[in-house]
């Protein structure tokens, strides 16, 4: 009986004093207490978006809490440590849910400023935040930052075949803001400073299909607008890509923030394969293409910037072989899908009437002048970039001469419309 009234009155004393967790068994405290701080600056790797930290005091111990935001990082695992102490001090954290990671340092005396970060690290790499400053027993719930992003704005910009763009503002006293856009299952998020226009692709959509987006804004540590969330609807539209040539951001392993050009030439009995990232987040960048059946890798020759080429040699005329291209980076990879070309193929004219077209196009590739010779007295011509942005529109007599010598290197598509058709052209500037 003694004992029975030692237990009751010792398990008394700990409810008054901590409280009590029935679904963890642990001590917690109130909710809103506690010091929470937000970041993405980097001791080490970096971050795409960036952390959340919070400081909690329960009687003599901390609970440290810290959330990694990034969305780029999978198979995380977090450990804690201590300013100073790294090589003693780092250990593991247990997973609270998602990228949210806990660890409870115990027997702290209150006032003692603590200092303390987290190692994530993850497929590929790794990431450090800073090392956060605490002082024990200190509730921050008064002047931690509860105010929600202002100002908040959602519009549809350019549309291509297979991507949207969203374009994003928001104000926020922390200085940085986090958006998500959403459509289906696929959820997308990006940063921005506060009050700074943010131009936002979602990629990988289907080409002439209506798409609903859901977008929502909040700062770093959680506060969110009070608009949220906008909802945008926008088509894509219908898709210009050939066999030979084209635009796509779809991946068979990582991803692809905007996307990639591809080409396929055949030269004699040689098919020369080009591939320019258009991505603008990736550097150190390398390229491999890679065969599909029989699978191999060979290195790709740099042309320029972010394009890549490489030419197989002694292929057969009219057979298809089918090629990808891995993009390796600082902190990853990504790869395109798989590509089917009949080697042969030109896909310079894609006549989309039963007419049979006899017009001139030369030279191609062209460096300067670039000359048709077309059926109307009176043809309506559009030349497009290979994202879709439309470079000429004018109408143009039978004989013409287009000067595209201040044209940048690329691959831009003709179109011709006049009384007997519509036809279409892959121009090769060099």
Do not use: H
């Not at 007419?355 to 030349?383: A, C, E, G, R, T």
């Amino acid at each position: 009986m003694k004992n029975k009234l030692l237990f009751l009155l010792t398990t008394a004393v700990v409810i008054l004093m901590f409280g009590f967790n029935a679904n963890a068994g642990v001590v917690s405290v109130a909710a809103g207490t506690g010091c929470v701080e937000a970041s993405k600056v980097a001791l080490e790797g970096a971050f795409s978006i960036g952390y959340k930290s919070t400081f909690e005091t329960i009687g003599t111990s901390v609970k440290v809490t810290f959330e990694l935001l990034d969305t780029d990082k999978a198979g995380v695992v977090a450990f804690l440590r201590k300013e100073g102490d790294v090589a003693s001090l780092e250990v593991p954290m247990s997973v609270v849910s998602g990228n949210i990671y806990t660890y409870t340092l115990t027997g702290q005396t209150p006032g003692a400023i603590i200092k303390y970060g987290v190692k994530f690290a993850f497929a590929g790499g790794l990431a450090v935040t800073r090392f956060v400053s605490y002082e024990v027993g200190t509730d921050c719930a008064s002047t931690n930052d509860i105010l929600v992003p202002t100002g908040f704005t959602a519009t549809v910009g350019a549309i291509t075949s297979s991507s949207v763009e969203i374009v994003l503002n928001a104000v926020d006293a922390s200085g940085t803001v986090l958006y998500n856009v959403s459509y289906g299952a696929v959820n997308k998020s990006t940063t921005s400073d506060s009050g700074v226009q943010k131009s936002f692709l979602m990629t990988a959509l289907t080409p002439n299909t209506d798409y609903n987006f859901s977008v929502s804004v909040k700062d770093l540590v959680g506060n969110a607008a009070a608009n949220n969330p906008i909802l945008l609807s926008a088509k894509t539209t219908v898709s210009t890509n050939t066999e030979c040539t084209g635009t796509a951001s779809d991946a068979q392993q990582g991803t692809f923030s905007v996307g990639y050009k591809y080409d396929f030439q055949t030269i004699g009995t040689d098919v020369k394969i080009t591939f320019e990232l258009l991505d603008t987040d990736k550097s150190g960048i390398v390229a491999f293409l890679w065969k599909q059946t029989p699978f191999g890798e060979q290195a790709m020759s740099n042309v320029s910037g972010k394009i890549y080429t490489k030419t197989i040699t002694g292929q057969t005329v009219g057979s298809t072989i089918s090629y990808a291209v891995k993009f390796a980076f600082a902190g990853g990879q990504a790869v395109t899908k798989y590509f089917s070309y009949v080697v042969g193929n030109t896909c310079t004219l894609g006549v989309e009437t039963s007419s049979q077209l006899k017009q001139s196009f030369y030279p191609n590739p062209v460096k300067n002048k670039f000359y048709m010779q077309l059926l109307d007295d009176k043809n309506k011509i559009i030349i497009t970039d290979m994202l879709g942005r439309k470079i000429v529109e004018e109408v143009v007599n039978s004989s013409n001469a287009l000067d595209m010598s201040a044209f940048k290197t690329g691959i831009y598509l003709l179109k011709v419309e006049n009384s007997y058709g519509i036809q279409n052209v892959k121009i090769i500037k060099e």
